[in-house]
C-alpha cells in the first residue's frame, strides 16, 4: 500500500495509530522517500522540530527532525535505533504536534547516541547531547506509541487534564 504523499496530515491525540508499535521500513525506495519529504514539509508548516511517521498515520519505524539548531540540517531517520544513552536525567518542556495546547516537563537522559539509515539506503551515526538528542527520544517514543503523556510529572499530568480531555471530545465529535 503506498500512501498518497499530499494528502498525508498531523493525526492528533487519540488516534489509534499513535499507540501502535511500529513496524521497521523495508527498502528505501521512492515511496519513502515521497513520504518523507512530505513529513518534512507538514513539519515546518506546523514549525516543529520533529515528526514521526505513525503521526501523519502510517505505522511505519521512520521520523523528521530539525532541531533549529546552527546548521543544523533537516534530517530524515529510517528504522533508527538508539545505541546508547548517557549523562544525567535532564527536565525540559515539551511539546507535541499531535497534543495540541499541551506542554509538560520531560526528563530523558542528555546524550544519546543513534544508527539510523538516511534515504540513500546509508547506515549513518550521530551523537547530541543539545536538543537533538531530546527530540530524537521524543520521536523515538513515538515508534513505539509513546507520547509525553506517558511520561509527564503527576503535577503536569493534572495541570493538562482539561486540554486532554478536549482533543479526545473533538475526535469523538
Ligand atoms: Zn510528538
Not at 498531523?10 to 513529513?39: C, F, N, Q, T, W
Not at 501523519?56 to 534530517?75: H, I
Not at 510529572?153 to 469523538?172: C, F, N, Q, Y
Request: glycine share 8%; hydrophobic share 40%.
Amino acid at each position: 500500500m503506498a500512501p498518497e504523499p499530499a494528502k498525508l496530515q498531523i493525526l492528533h491525540y487519540p488516534a489509534p495509530v499513535l499507540r501502535r508499535k511500529a513496524e521497521p521500513v523495508g527498502a528505501v525506495d521512492e515511496s519513502v522517500r515521497a513520504v518523507a519529504a512530505r513529513m518534512l514539509e507538514l513539519m515546518r508548516e506546523a514549525e516543529g522540530v520533529g515528526l514521526a511517521a505513525p503521526q501523519v498515520g502510517l505505522p511505519w519505524r521512520l521520523f523528521v527532525a530539525n532541531s533549529g539548531e546552527e546548521g543544523e540540517p533537516d534530517r530524515v531517520y529510517v528504522n533508527p535505533r538508539i545505541l546508547e544513552y548517557a549523562g544525567d536525567l535532564v527536565p525540559h518542556e515539551e511539546g507535541c504536534l499531535s497534543l495540541p495546547g499541551i506542554r509538560a516537563q520531560v526528563r530523558r537522559p542528555e546524550r544519546i547516541t543513534l544508527v539510523a539509515t538516511d534515504l540513500e539506503g546509508e547506515t549513518f551515526t550521530l551523537q547530541s547531547d543539545g536538543l537533538l538528542a531530546r527530540v530524537w527520544q521524543h520521536e523515538y517514543d513515538h515508534l513505539d506509541g509513546i507520547l509525553i503523556l506517558d511520561r509527564m510529572s503527576p503535577i503536569d499530568r493534572l495541570a493538562t487534564r482539561r486540554a486532554v480531555k478536549e482533543l479526545m471530545a473533538s475526535a469523538g465529535s
